[in-house]
Each structure stands twice: as C-alpha cells, then as structure tokens.
C-alpha cells in the first residue's frame, strides 16, 4: 500500500466539494451499494425531485439510519428546523424514516428500492412526473453504465418467486418458505398497494404494455411507510393474495424482496417495462435477477416446437429449433428466471418446472444483503466511515477500501463461515 493509494481518493474527494449541490447529492448516493453513476438524465431526475435545500442536505444525510440530532449536527441545523424538510422529503420518497421505541430514525433513500419507485408510486402533481419519466427511462432502462452499477456482483435486491400452480406439488414440499411468494404474503405484519413504478412511468413516455398498474404490493415496515407518507393503500392479507393470482393469470413474472427475513416488497413484472428486466433484455446481465429454485424443462417427444412457451417467456430464454415436424423448444438455461410464466402456454403437457441442482444463497435481512453487496461492490468503507465532511473519516476509507479489496480478506468476509460472527459483530456496532 503506498501513500498514493491513501492519499489520492482523499484529496479527490476533497476537490469534488466543489461541485453543485445536485453533483455532491449524485456522489452521495454513489456510496450506496446500489450506486448512482454521473449522468446528464440523473442530475435531471435531481432537479425534478428535489429543491435545492433538499439537495444540500440529502447530500450530508448519513448512509444508516441516524436520529434527528446527529442529522442535525451533520446539516448545521436544528431539530426543529429538520423536522418538517425531513417529513416532506419522506413525502416524496427521497427520504426513509423508521420508527423504534418512539424516536423517529432516517436514511437517504438510494435511487432503486428507493426514490425511483417512491416517485411513480401514485399519481401526483408535487412533481413533474412526466418530465422526469423520460430521464427516468433514459437513465434507468436505458443507461448500461446504471446497469452496470445496479446489477455488479453476485448479490442481487430482486429474486425471482416462481408461480407456485406451475410446480408438480411433490417438488413444492421441497423448496423453504421464504421462496415461497404465498408464505411471504401470509407471514407478512403489513400489507401496501400502490401503481407499478416501471409501468406508470411508460404510461408518462406512451409505451405502456396494458398489463395491470396498480399491482405494486409491498410488506411489513415498508408498507408501514408507504402508507404514513400517502404512497399507496393499506390492503389486507387477502387482497394481496388476490392480486398475486390475478398477476399469476395475466403472465406477471413475480420479483421479490432478496432477503429471508421481514421482505418488504413484491413486484409483478412484465419483460417490456421493467426495469430488471430491461438488464437481462437489454443488456444480456442474466444475474440481474435471482433465479427460482426451479427452471423449465422440456420432454422432446411431446413438444411440437408451437412456440407458443417462447412468446410468454419475459426474458426470451426460449428458442425453437429445427424445421417441420423436427421443431423443439430448447431452453437458455442461463437466462431462465424460474420463474413459470411459461408454463401455461403449453397444451400438450411438454413443459414442466423442474428443480434446479444449485440453490443460491439468500441473504437473512436487509442489512445482511447491503454489507454483502457493498463488500462485493468495493463499497464496505462507507458503512462504517460515513462522514464525508471528516478528513479522518476520509483516511480510514480509502484504507479500508484497500484491505477489504485485498483478494484473501474479500473472500474471507465473503464466506459463509465467516458471515454469521462478521454480522454478529456489525450489528453489535
């Protein structure tokens, strides 16, 4: 390690307090593990977004959730003066507040599962939703850098649940409950609906697919939120179990919550607006999204090769080959999310859901899942040295952005054997 290797990030990041408020709000939002990489069409969606005064202090807000008086003190400003900037931003979705034992805890929502969708969680005037929808699919859909920053590493936010009608039920009995979408609607706290995020904002850019909009389910302490901040509608357990069956009939790929534990959301995609979709359309990243433990199957002596699987499939990960009475559906099996929508097109029983032989690994909360993805995206630093305005704090992470980069130390904390005393520690932190 050489003091170049210290010293450079620091004084660079020094040299970047030079910016505007809405190029330090982008940096600030990079040091997610989600990240937000510089573009024109993200300082627009800024703008639109926040005022000016927001801006300055999202870019001060610290990256865990923190009370009232440490923003107070990041900010230079006073509780009383917080109090109502901070509640019209969690209006807006550009802030999370969390409450425990009484006192109110804020974040700085990251740009996916977070102000992206909070902002086309409704219809609303505050904002211009029109304009900022189309910086939104030239950012979000369209960008391959965003993607890039979105999706890099093993460890994704999305996974895919597969359509539980679709699968033999001796094979069901095998796969664990939190991969299950019913179990994690019936053990849910609290249940939320709101418009689709991916579709509303094609409706604004008139390339909406006509499949359902409002089918944006989310649970527990997120649909906690969504509700005290008018971003959608508390549902009971059974409406949401509804909505799951009628998405399960118009062909809706399932998308939910990369965590075992307290999931907060559930999303019912199509492959032509989705925004995790587009990274596997689009852009070929076929790990954007966590398979299901199942993938199609095909038995070549009933298959026709109709073609009809093909057309369902949301992410073309069917193919038909040969010709005349010699054509069969043949399956990418790195590109299969598991995810069933397929199944139903078939009309001569040639097409099962069959278990994967490898199960991934799911995260056990969301904490667990942003630790992981910011090791793997070189990010880790941030959690524990979070003051950007601290020239110590500046020092500490470009050092322990070098030891935890170090290939033996990254695969250690990536293990599972070290995990389970790693997040003991964090969390006692």
Known sequence: MSFNDIWYPVAMG???????????????????????????????????????????????????????????????????????ILHRMADKGLVLDFEHKGKLSYILSPTVLGFFEFAFMRARDDIPQKEIARYMVKYAHDDPDFARAVFAGKTQFGRTLVHEDQVDPADLTQILDHERATDMVRNAKSWALSLCYCRHVMEHEGKACGKPMDVCTTLNTAADYVVRHGLGRRISREECLDIFARTRGEGLVHIGDNVQKRPAYVCHCCGCCCAFLSAVNKFKMFDAVVTSPFEAAFDPVKCNGCGLCAKRCPVSAIRIEGEGKGKKAVLNAQACLGCGVCRPACNRDALSMTPRKERILVPETSWQRAVIQAIERGKFQNFLFDDFDRMDHAVLRAITRIVVGLPPVKKALLSEQMQSRFFRALGSR
């Open 14 to 84: 020094h040299l970047r307090n030079g910016k505007n408020v809405y190029g330090r709000l982008q940096e600030r939002l990079d040091r997610f593990p989600i990240g937000a990489p510089p573009a024109e069409a993200l300082e627009e969606i800024l703008k639109g977004l926040y005022t000016p005064e927001e801006a300055e202090i999202g870019a001060r807000l610290p990256i865990r959730p923190t009370g009232i008086e440490g923003i107070a003190r990041r900010t230079g400003r006073t509780p009383e003066e917080l109090r109502p």
